[in-house]
């Protein structure tokens, strides 16, 4: 990936969704419970949450350490193991083995381990909890900090996705600070099923239904990858494995209150017949193979027809392409494309829509604009090609950039630094406008664009760096143009 510095403002362009796609390992997953086990922590109000069995003794069996190496190997590329990786623990018995795995192995492979619990402060145990967790790997010789969530003037949100993003935003800031490649995530069997069948309610296409990865990659730092080795294990087998270590965890009261949705879905799964479960294991690794193959021939499809401009970040899409896709096909590159851009995923009835008209104005040839994602599609028939770039929302316009802190724009991954002491201490983002366009761009770098046959909406994602005092522009990066950033 090539990489493009200024000096304090560093660009990184994020890697194409699609050269990037993993297989999902076969799932095995717990049945119907035929007992209970409980296992109680000595703080008050802090319990362990129920533990479900089967009547198999493969289910209560913890993970051992042979079997956790192999479970690893999908998450890294012929064993190229980083030097250190981030885990986050809740204090469940899933994230804790996972923990507890970690260590043991990083420690055989000289790779630094550091945990971290995110304090979200919904609850007034939230605190309570993360001190305890903190004190129980602290004495295993375990690296631990306690990140808070801070909502600001924000009230407390109970929204599982809302809670989700920020918990992850927080976590992939932690790993960035420290340079830390892998974040790992303790997401089990259990999970990926809840998953599938929340996805399957919202009429999620096959992409959807195939489930997490065992490797993906945080949006906000796409150089830090999410590794889930646990996606084919037990929660069972994980709660053996806490006990095989004498390890307490904690249980989250939210988990079992119906007023989620994912509470819901994992009470109906555990009244569920065993079949069900493993009919769905094989249901979802079907799914993940249709996926595999969508994508081999996507790439060979648009091998010769598409093409990122990873300067100014916006795709060329040659129409030929579209007469050669169905709309599966479409829907599924519509949607890496306005991913990579924006990292937004609109409704399957816009690309339908998108899909329709795009197809009628290349077969009359007329001109044709639609936004969709906060990503505009162009098509020109006197150049028989499509442009998609990238467009900001109003309320997002301007965003926040401080000194040593990272974010994720677009395709651009962008580092602020302090080189000099006059540096300001946050500076401020904005996208191109058309008067930045007239002012600050000489006729030179006007003749290069129009050469290009660039428009200037296309440039509209381009980044434009400027001080609250006067609203001075300090650079346009992409542009080689500097007021004061060197």
Same mark, same amino acid.
């Given at each position: 990936?090539?990489?493009?510095?200024?000096?304090?403002?560093?660009?990184?362009?994020?890697?194409?969704?699609?050269?990037?796609?993993?297989? *999902? &390992?076969?799932?095995?997953?717990?049945?119907?419970?035929?007992?209970?086990?409980?296992?109680?922590?000595?703080?008050?109000?802090?319990?362990?949450?129920?533990?479900?069995? &089967?009547?198999?003794?493969?289910?209560?069996?913890?993970?051992?350490?042979?079997?956790?190496?192999?479970?690893?190997?999908?998450?890294?590329? @012929?064993?190229?193991?980083? $030097?250190?990786?981030?885990?986050?623990?809740?204090?469940?018995?899933?994230?804790?083995? +996972?923990?507890?795995?970690?260590?043991?192995?990083?420690?055989?492979?000289?790779?630094?381990?550091?945990?971290?619990?995110?304090?979200?402060?919904?609850?007034?145990?939230? &605190?309570?909890?993360?001190? +305890?967790?903190?004190?129980?790997?602290?004495?295993?010789?375990?690296?631990?900090?306690?990140?808070?969530?801070?909502?600001?003037?924000?009230?407390?949100?109970? @929204?599982? #996705?809302?809670?989700?993003?920020?918990?992850?935003?927080? +976590?992939?800031?932690?790993?960035?600070?420290?340079?830390?490649?892998?974040?790992?995530?303790?997401?089990?069997?259990? #999970?990926?099923?809840? &998953?599938?069948?929340?996805?399957?309610?919202?009429?999620?296409?096959?992409?959807?239904?195939?489930?997490?990865?065992?490797?993906?990659?945080?949006?906000?730092?796409?150089?830090?990858?999410?590794?889930?080795?646990?996606?084919?294990?037990?929660?069972?087998?994980?709660?053996?494995? /806490?006990?095989?270590?004498?390890?307490?965890?904690?249980?989250?009261?939210?988990?079992?209150?119906?007023?989620?949705?994912?509470?819901?879905?994992?009470?109906?799964?555990?009244?569920?017949?065993?079949?069900?479960?493993?009919?769905? !294991?094989?249901?979802?690794?079907? /799914?993940?193979? %249709?996926?595999?193959?969508?994508?081999?021939?996507?790439?060979? %499809? =648009?091998?010769?027809?598409?093409?990122?401009?990873?300067?100014?970040?916006? =795709?060329?899409?040659? !129409?030929?392409?579209?007469?050669?896709?169905?709309?599966?096909?479409?829907?599924?590159?519509?949607?890496?494309?306005?991913?990579?851009?924006?990292?937004?995923?609109?409704?399957?009835?816009?690309?339908? $829509?998108?899909?329709?008209?795009?197809?009628?104005?290349?077969?009359?040839?007329?001109?044709?604009?639609?936004?969709?994602?906060?990503?505009?599609?162009?098509?020109?028939?006197?150049?028989?090609?499509?442009?998609?770039?990238?467009? *900001?929302?109003?309320?997002?316009?301007?965003?926040?950039? @401080?000194?040593? *802190?990272?974010?994720?724009?677009?395709?651009?991954?962008?580092?602020?630094?302090?080189?000099?002491?006059? #540096?300001?201490?946050?500076?401020?983002?904005?996208?191109?406008? !058309?008067? #930045?366009?007239?002012?600050?761009?000489?006729?030179?770098?006007?003749?290069?664009? @129009?050469?290009?046959?660039?428009?200037?909406?296309? +440039?509209?994602?381009?980044?434009?760096? =400027?001080?609250?005092?006067?609203?001075?522009?300090?650079?346009?990066?992409?542009?080689?143009?500097?007021?004061?950033?060197?």
């Amino acid at each position: 990936v090539s990489t493009q510095s200024t000096g304090m403002l560093t660009f990184k362009p994020r890697p194409l969704l699609l050269s990037s796609i993993s297989k *999902t &390992t076969r799932l095995s997953f717990f049945s119907r419970p035929n007992f209970w086990k409980r296992y109680y922590v000595s703080v008050p109000q802090i319990v362990s949450e129920n533990i479900h069995y &089967t009547g198999r003794e493969e289910d209560s069996l913890p993970v051992e350490k042979e079997e956790f190496e192999k479970l690893l190997n999908p998450c890294f590329q @012929k064993k190229a193991f980083p $030097r250190s990786l981030v885990v986050a623990v809740s204090g469940g018995c899933d994230s804790l083995a +996972l923990c507890l795995l970690l260590d043991v192995w990083a420690k055989e492979k000289s790779i630094d381990l550091f945990a971290t619990t995110v304090d979200h402060r919904i609850r007034s145990e939230s &605190t309570e909890e993360a001190g +305890l967790v903190h004190s129980w790997l602290s004495n295993r010789g375990i690296s631990h900090s306690v990140l808070t969530l801070d909502w600001g003037s924000e009230a407390p949100s109970t @929204k599982m #996705d809302v809670l989700r993003r920020k918990r992850l935003f927080l +976590l992939g800031n932690f790993a960035y600070s420290r340079s830390v490649p892998v974040l790992a995530l303790a997401h089990h069997a259990g #999970d990926q099923l809840e &998953t599938f069948f929340i996805r399957f309610s919202c009429y999620s296409n096959v992409d959807g239904l195939a489930c997490m990865e065992p490797v993906s990659h945080l949006y906000q730092h796409p150089m830090i990858a999410v590794a889930r080795p646990l996606l084919s294990i037990s929660k069972s087998r994980l709660a053996a494995t /806490c006990l095989k270590h004498s390890q307490p965890w904690i249980e989250d009261p939210s988990n079992s209150q119906i007023k989620y949705f994912r509470s819901r879905v994992r009470l109906g799964i555990q009244s569920a017949p065993s079949e069900l479960a493993e009919d769905i !294991s094989r249901l979802i690794d079907s /799914c993940d193979n %249709l996926v595999a193959e969508n994508n081999d021939r996507l790439r060979s %499809l =648009f091998r010769y027809r598409l093409e990122l401009d990873r300067r100014f970040g916006f =795709f060329t899409l040659y !129409s030929q392409l579209m007469i050669d896709l169905n709309f599966s096909l479409a829907f599924r590159l519509f949607g890496h494309m306005v991913q990579s851009l924006s990292g937004r995923r609109p409704k399957l009835s816009q690309y339908q $829509r998108l899909y329709s008209e795009l197809m009628n104005a290349i077969s009359s040839r007329s001109p044709y604009n639609c936004s969709i994602g906060f990503c505009l599609f162009e098509y020109s028939p006197r150049k028989s090609i499509i442009h998609v770039s990238r467009q *900001t929302p109003y309320k997002h316009a301007i965003q926040e950039l @401080k000194i040593n *802190t990272s974010i994720k724009l677009g395709c651009w991954f962008i580092s602020y630094k302090r080189v000099s002491p006059s #540096d300001p201490p946050i500076i401020y983002i904005r996208m191109l406008e !058309s008067n #930045d366009y007239n002012q600050y761009l000489d006729n030179y770098r006007k003749m290069e664009l @129009k050469r290009k046959n660039l428009s200037v909406r296309l +440039l509209h994602g381009v980044p434009v760096f =400027f001080s609250r005092l006067g609203d001075k522009v300090l650079a346009i990066p992409h542009f080689d143009i500097y007021y004061g950033l060197k």
